[in-house]
């Protein structure tokens, strides 16, 4: 990997951690994601996530086409991507970036139904970022929906 793909498709090197790059790719998208969120609204976010899907897309095929290896585990900006849709979609609150966090990782790696398909059949680059964005989408959706159940049945945080 040159410099520039280091920085962007692994993720600051966060991919090239030897133990769990998409952990690693996910903690350091999460950071940056409350950093921004502290800042900017949700909007300018979500805007940035689908900049860098579409561009992430573009990306991880040249660089599939180029070396020959499909979904190399040190691109890792797809785990960015996916945790920065469900930190707009679950809210900026230390709870909710929690919950985002751990639902994100568990879809990840467990990758049901709708991400498992989109892994193993969307070619190239589609496949790489496709899986992360609609898990970043469940996990937003079902971080919001736990804090919503614990705000109705006045559980404190």
């Not at 940035?48 to 573009?58: A, D, E, M, N, S």
């Not at 797809?78 to 751990?102: M, N, Q, R």
Request: proline residues 4%.
């Amino acid at each position: 990997m040159n410099l520039q793909e280091k920085l962007f498709l692994a993720g600051l090197g966060s991919g090239f951690l030897p133990k769990a790059p998409g952990t690693w790719g996910t903690l350091v998208g999460l950071i940056l994601g409350i950093a921004m969120l502290r800042y900017f609204p949700a909007e300018t976010l979500f805007l940035l996530t689908i900049l860098v899907f579409l561009f992430g897309v573009k990306m991880t095929s040249l660089y599939e086409v180029r070396t020959g290896i499909h979904d190399d585990s040190r691109i890792v900006i797809d785990e960015i991507a996916g945790i920065w849709l469900a930190l707009c979609i679950s809210g900026a609150t230390l709870p909710a970036a929690f919950f985002s966090f751990l639902f994100f990782r568990l879809y990840d790696i467990w990758k049901p139904s709708l991400i498992g398909r989109i892994d193993r059949d969307a070619p190239g680059g589609w496949g790489v970022m496709g899986d992360d964005i609609v898990a970043g989408a469940a996990a937003g959706l079902s971080s919001a929906l736990v804090l919503q159940a614990i705000r109705y049945f006045g559980i404190a945080l």
